[in-house]
T-cell receptor
Framework: GQNIDQPTEMTATEGAIVQINCTYQ??????LFWYQQHAGEAPTFLSY??LDGLEEKGRFSSFLSRSKGYSYLLLKELQMKDSASYLC??????????WGAGTKLIIKP | NAGVTQTPKFRVLKTGQSMTLLCAQD?????MYWYRQDPGMGLRLIHY???????AKGEVPDGYNVSRLKKQNFLLGLESAAPSQTSVYFC?????????????FGAGSRLTVL
């Protein structure tokens, strides 16, 4: 079956760095997405990886290892506004998205 | 530019009642989707559409119907609501269904079925 695993909740300190991991099992693979979702709001797109390696976008970076079925989202210089859920989603061979349950990130002062 | 707009934002229904959720997008996107989001679970696809006049079933289509009569609108109907359909519903759209397919989501519709 197809499956996405990510931690349910993580806590970090303002100004620090946090890494949110995601492992996936899909029938075929057409890319890995990360979305941010603040409480009570819509998910918004953060990143897309289809090739192995690190993609950096400001304070946020996303890494992909296709051979390991693994990705992580790295958030640097954490700010209070980064408190949100982070959703990992993998696209299978039929271009269907398989979503993880999300990681709730709590930022403490 | 409004993006994706969902109405209503909140609704309470009694078991057996019917209702329609409306999704409108102004980005000229071909693809539109209806998802539900429940605590502890990933987003689950209910139905989707790859263009005006087309619809297809997703992962959890039972108890729902959809229509895409106009390119900009995608309606989700519940014919006879059940408590199991209590959820937050998100509409999304994208320009196409290819790999780098970024979804734009609406703000969500919170539905409670008593």
């Amino acid at each position: 079956g197809q499956n996405i695993d990510q931690p349910t909740e993580m806590t970090a300190t303002e100004g620090a760095i946090v890494q949110i991991n995601c492992t996936y099992q899909t029938s075929g693979f057409n890319g890995l997405f990360w979305y941010q979702q603040h409480a009570g709001e819509a998910p918004t797109f953060l990143s897309y990886n289809v090739l192995d390696g690190l993609e950096e976008k400001g304070r946020f970076s996303s890494f992909l290892s296709r051979s390991k079925g693994y990705s992580y989202l790295l958030l640097k210089e954490l700010q209070m506004k980064d408190s949100a859920s982070y959703l990992c989603a993998a696209m299978d061979s039929n271009y269907q998205l398989i979503w993880g349950a999300g990681t709730k990130l709590i930022i403490k002062p | 530019n409004a993006g994706v707009t969902q109405t209503p934002k909140f609704r309470v229904l009694k078991t057996g009642q019917s209702m329609t959720l409306l999704c409108a997008q102004d980005m000229n996107h071909e693809y539109m989707y209806w998802y539900r989001q429940d605590p502890g679970m990933g987003l689950r696809l209910i139905h989707y559409s790859v263009g005006e006049g087309t619809t297809a079933k997703g992962e959890v289509p039972d108890g729902y119907n959809v229509s895409r009569l106009k390119k900009q609108n995608f309606l989700l109907g519940l014919e006879s609501a059940a408590p199991s359909q209590t959820s937050v519903y998100f509409c999304a759209s994208s320009s196409d269904g290819s790999g780098a397919n970024v979804l734009t989501f609406g703000a969500g519709s919170r539905l409670t079925v008593l």
